[in-house]
T-cell receptor
Framework: GQNIDQPTEMTATEGAIVQINCTYQTSGFNGLFWYQQHAGEAPTFLSYNVLDGLEEKGRFSSFLSRSKGYSYLLLKELQMKDSASYLCAVPFSGGYNKLIFGAGTRLAVHP | EAGVTQFPSHSVIEKGQTVTLRCDPISGHDNLYWYRRVMGKEIKFLLHFVKESKQDESGMPNNRFLAERTGGTYSTLKVQPAELEDSGVYFC?????????????FGSGTRLTVV
């Protein structure tokens, strides 16, 4: 089967750096997505990793290690607006037609 | 471009009643997906349309749920009769191509409460 684990909650201070981890088990790998979801809003795409390594996109970076079944999302220079849930997701083995989501990590950024 | 639109944003119904949720995908997106998040759990796949055809409905919980996408444009998800455990947030998403590496575009969801 497929399974995704991520911490339930994290807190951080404005201006700091936070790393949100995600571990996954899947029989076939077709990449890993990170989404951001503010309360009551749509999940929005942040990143997609299919190869090992770090991909940087402004204040947000995403890392993948396929051999370890591990990814993290790194948020730098935290802002209050970064308070949201961060969802890790992998395509169901066999295709992209459906995503398997983790339960999400709720990040609270404090002044 | 307009995003994925879902209606209504909230719905409160009594157990045993019928509710119909609507999703308007981004224009030109052939792929339309329904997902659901029940309280405290992860977002789970319900089904996938390619145009008007059901490509995968393996996540539909039971036969009280009926999804349609007539004409390959908007989609409806009907729950009849609703049960308490159907409460949750129902998300719709669309993508232009199957296997789109930029992921889906999600709607804001319909929060369904069955009392």
């Amino acid at each position: 089967g497929q399974n995704i684990d991520q911490p339930t909650e994290m807190t951080a201070t404005e201006g700091a750096i936070v790393q949100i981890n995600c571990t996954y088990q899947t029989s076939g790998f077709n990449g890993l997505f990170w989404y951001q979801q503010h309360a009551g809003e749509a999940p929005t795409f942040l990143s997609y990793n299919v190869l090992d390594g770090l991909e940087e996109k402004g204040r947000f970076s995403s890392f993948l290690s396929r051999s370890k079944g591990y990814s993290y999302l790194l948020l730098k220079e935290l802002q209050m607006k970064d308070s949201a849930s961060y969802l890790c997701a992998v395509p169901f083995s066999g295709g992209y037609n459906k995503l398997i989501f983790g339960a999400g990590t709720r990040l609270a950024v404090h002044p | 471009e307009a995003g994925v639109t879902q209606f209504p944003s909230h719905s409160v119904i009594e157990k045993g009643q019928t509710v119909t949720l609507r999703c308007d995908p981004i224009s030109g997106h052939d792929n339309l997906y329904w997902y659901r998040r029940v309280m405290g759990k992860e977002i789970k796949f319900l089904l996938h349309f390619v145009k008007e055809s059901k490509q995968d409905e393996s996540g539909m919980p039971n036969n009280r749920f009926l999804a349609e996408r007539t004409g390959g444009t908007y989609s409806t998800l009907k729950v009849q009769p609703a049960e308490l455990e159907d409460s949750g947030v129902y998300f719709c998403a669309s993508s232009q191509q199957t296997g789109d590496n930029y992921g889906y575009t999600f709607g804001s969801g319909t929060r369904l409460t069955v009392v």
